[in-house]
C-alpha cells in the first residue's frame, strides 16, 4: 500500500477516464502539430505534478516503465481504426470521399 499503489490508481484513473475525454472525436478534426504538442503538454504536466518533479527525462521514465503512451500516439492510434472503419463502409456517398 502507500504512495505506489496511489500513484497507479491514479495512473489508471487518468488513462481509462481522462485521456479518452481528451481524445474524444479529434480522429474526425485535422490537427496541428501545435495541438498535438498541446494534448501531450496536459499529460506531461500532469505527470509532472504528480511525480513532484519539472524533469521531463523523469516523466518519460516513469511514463514508459508504467506502459503508457502519450496522447499523440494514442491520437495516431485511433485516426487509423477511424480510416480504416470509414474505408469499410459499404455506403455509396461515403466512399466517395475517400
Known amino acids: 500500500m502507500g504512495l505506489n499503489d496511489s500513484v497507479i490508481h491514479i495512473m489508471h484513473l487518468i488513462y481509462s477516464k481522462c485521456i479518452p475525454s481528451l481524445?474524444?472525436?479529434?480522429?474526425?478534426?485535422p490537427l496541428t502539430k501545435s495541438d498535438l504538442s498541446s494534448l501531450d503538454f496536459v499529460l506531461n504536466r500532469f505527470?509532472?505534478?504528480?511525480?513532484?518533479?519539472?524533469?521531463i527525462a523523469v516523466v518519460d521514465c516513469f511514463r514508459v516503465n508504467f506502459g503508457l503512451n502519450l496522447p499523440i500516439v494514442?491520437?495516431?492510434?485511433?485516426?487509423?481504426e477511424f480510416d480504416s472503419k470509414f474505408a469499410s463502409?459499404?455506403?455509396?456517398?461515403?466512399?466517395s470521399y475517400v
Open 23 to 29: 481524445l474524444h472525436g479529434l480522429e474526425a478534426c
Open 47 to 55: 505527470m509532472m505534478n504528480l511525480f513532484k518533479t519539472a524533469n
Open 74 to 80: 494514442l491520437w495516431s492510434k485511433r485516426i487509423r
Open 89 to 95: 463502409v459499404d455506403k455509396y456517398l461515403c466512399k
